[in-house]
């Protein structure tokens, strides 16, 4: 008779404590499906058809590696990223960090708006997506970073989660043969290869896609923010787990749309911008389908154009040990809102500026981000071990190989993507 009331309330219990913890994990993961995410993963299916779904198998595992141990990080010491390499590594390697950071984000940031810009044009004469509603998404985002609390952001990025179900939905629409995808993923996924070279560039874009430089230092943060205590990281870790399978079944599904779709006609292949991907799927799937392409392109710019900035302010901060935190006013964090403004106001401009240049401006975070990756990892690598901060919660062997391993082949192809990025493919 005991047994079933315990239950009854022991049930509840975990599930409540579960929604406490809930949201780093899927909104740092989703918020990889940026605008360059998309982008790299219509080309895919647009070159290669369902080829590169076994790419994205690879990218859970790395994605779920990595953010699980920033997560864990953030949980067990109470502080950001830049904090602990501030504190553990001195100001110089803090500052080159930094830098590099500063610069790998911008080059984000301006591509967020950029596909905001290129989803809007499908719906709106280009000057006034330009000169009217892109200064609105700007301030849009400006206002849900400075005007609200942590809770109040998470919850809004949360709901902005399930319109990337959208993608699901054209996938489905498009009448894929799901027999084919199962044999040209896993069976034969270099058949009919013949530029190794493009198809390599392709693999690694999209692997540069979803474990981002920005992503570690704001998973972190915005687990110190919420204040997730080490007790409670289990539940975290299913958090950032789920999250990783959302963003790379997501993935999959524009990979399988656009290869449904786009991959049969040829001329489609060489697409300029996710926008010209959602364009074409018109006269093939339908308006339907192509308005709820771009629909989902637009949420996805403007929430990587929330995350990244944000992450942004968070690790300059925490490495130079100024006050950060969603919903603080200028007095309060004033270097926080400041960087994270100017980066959303330069990003806006340059966009505004370079309108005919949405192409390079999307794909450019995937180069730029590659060269700091592997120095990151490395850090939190090393800071993870160091059983002075963690205690128990430093990374098992069995652990620790599949981490290094993840980070050296990152490595090796972030190195590749650079220079097949300045030679021809």
């Given at each position: 008779?005991?047994?079933?009331?315990?239950?009854?309330?022991?049930?509840?219990?975990?599930?409540?404590?579960?929604?406490?913890v809930?949201?780093?994990?899927?909104?740092?993961?989703?918020?990889?499906n940026?605008?360059?995410?998309?982008?790299?993963?219509?080309?895919a299916g647009?070159?290669?058809g369902?080829?590169?779904?076994?790419?994205?198998?690879?990218?859970?595992?790395?994605l779920?590696?990595?953010q699980e141990?920033c997560?864990?990080?953030?949980?067990?010491?109470?502080?950001?990223?830049?904090?602990?390499?501030?504190?553990?590594?001195?100001?110089k390697?803090?500052?080159?960090?930094?830098?590099?950071l500063?610069?790998?984000n911008?080059?984000?940031?301006?591509?967020?708006?950029?596909?905001?810009?290129?989803?809007?044009?499908?719906?709106?004469?280009?000057?006034?997506?330009?000169?009217?509603?892109?200064?609105?998404?700007?301030?849009?985002?400006f206002?849900?970073?400075t005007?609200?609390?942590?809770r109040?952001?998470?919850?809004?990025?949360l709901?902005?989660?399930?319109?990337?179900?959208l993608?699901?939905?054209?996938?489905?629409?498009s009448?894929?043969?799901?027999?084919?995808?199962?044999?040209?993923?896993?069976?034969?996924?270099?058949?009919?290869?013949?530029?190794?070279?493009?198809?390599v560039?392709i693999?690694?874009?999209?692997?540069?896609?979803?474990?981002?430089?920005w992503?570690q230092?704001?998973?972190?943060?915005?687990?110190?923010?919420?204040?997730?205590?080490?007790?409670?990281?289990?539940?975290?870790?299913?958090?950032v787990?789920?999250?990783?399978?959302?963003?790379t079944?997501?993935?999959?599904?524009?990979v399988?749309?656009?290869g449904?779709m786009?991959?049969?006609?040829?001329?489609?292949?060489?697409?300029?911008?996710?926008?010209?991907?959602?364009?074409?799927l018109a006269?093939?799937?339908?308006?339907?389908?192509?308005?709820?392409f771009?629909?989902?392109?637009?949420?996805?710019?403007?929430?990587?154009?929330?995350?990244?900035p944000l992450?942004?302010?968070?690790?300059?901060?925490?490495?130079?040990?100024w006050?950060?935190?969603?919903?603080?006013?200028?007095?309060?964090a004033p270097l926080?809102?400041?960087?994270?403004?100017?980066?959303?106001?330069?990003?806006?401009?340059?966009?505004?500026?370079?309108?005919?240049?949405?192409?390079?401006?999307?794909?450019?975070p995937?180069?730029?981000?590659?060269?700091?990756?592997?120095?990151?990892?490395?850090?939190m690598?090393?800071?993870?071990?160091?059983?002075r901060?963690?205690g128990?919660?430093?990374?098992?062997?069995?652990?620790?190989?599949?981490?290094?391993?993840?980070?050296?082949?990152?490595?090796?192809?972030?190195?590749?993507?650079l220079?097949?990025?300045?030679?021809?493919?």
């Amino acid at each position: 008779m005991l047994k079933r009331p315990l239950l009854a309330g022991i049930l509840p219990s975990r599930f409540l404590l579960l929604l406490s913890v809930l949201g780093p994990g899927i909104i740092t993961a989703n918020a990889d499906n940026d605008a360059s995410g998309i982008f790299g993963y219509s080309m895919a299916g647009a070159q290669y058809g369902y080829k590169m779904l076994w790419v994205l198998v690879l990218s859970t595992i790395a994605l779920g590696v990595a953010q699980e141990i920033c997560a864990r990080m953030g949980a067990v010491t109470g502080r950001g990223l830049a904090d602990l390499i501030r504190e553990e590594y001195g100001p110089k390697i803090t500052l080159f960090a930094m830098t590099a950071l500063l610069i790998a984000n911008f080059a984000t940031t301006v591509s967020e708006f950029a596909g905001i810009l290129a989803g809007v044009q499908l719906f709106l004469p280009p000057q006034i997506a330009r000169f009217i509603v892109l200064p609105i998404a700007g301030m849009g985002v400006f206002l849900a970073v400075t005007r609200g609390s942590y809770r109040k952001l998470e919850k809004f990025l949360l709901g902005a989660s399930l319109i990337y179900l959208l993608y699901i939905v054209s996938a489905v629409m498009s009448h894929p043969d799901w027999g084919q995808i199962a044999h040209s993923a896993f069976v034969a996924p270099f058949a009919g290869v013949h530029n190794v070279n493009a198809y390599v560039f392709i693999v690694i874009n999209i692997i540069g896609t979803t474990i981002t430089p920005w992503g570690q230092f704001y998973i972190q943060s915005s687990v110190r923010d919420k204040g997730v205590k080490p007790h409670e990281f289990k539940l975290l870790r299913m958090d950032v787990m789920f999250g990783a399978f959302f963003t790379t079944f997501i993935a999959s599904a524009i990979v399988i749309c656009c290869g449904t779709m786009l991959y049969p006609h040829p001329e489609l292949h060489n697409l300029q911008d996710a926008g010209q991907a959602a364009a074409a799927l018109a006269p093939l799937a339908g308006k339907f389908a192509s308005v709820i392409f771009a629909i989902g392109l637009i949420n996805a710019s403007m929430f990587g154009a929330i995350a990244v900035p944000l992450s942004t302010a968070y690790a300059i901060t925490e490495s130079l040990g100024w006050e950060s935190g969603v919903g603080r006013r200028i007095k309060e964090a004033p270097l926080f809102i400041g960087i994270f403004t100017l980066l959303i106001i330069a990003s806006v401009l340059t966009v505004m500026v370079f309108p005919h240049h949405l192409s390079s401006l999307i794909i450019l975070p995937n180069v730029v981000g590659g060269a700091l990756l592997p120095i990151i990892l490395v850090l939190m690598l090393l800071l993870v071990n160091k059983r002075r901060l963690m205690g128990t919660f430093v990374n098992s062997p069995a652990y620790n190989a599949i981490a290094w391993t993840t980070t050296v082949v990152i490595a090796v192809l972030s190195l590749t993507l650079l220079i097949t990025t300045l030679l021809p493919h």
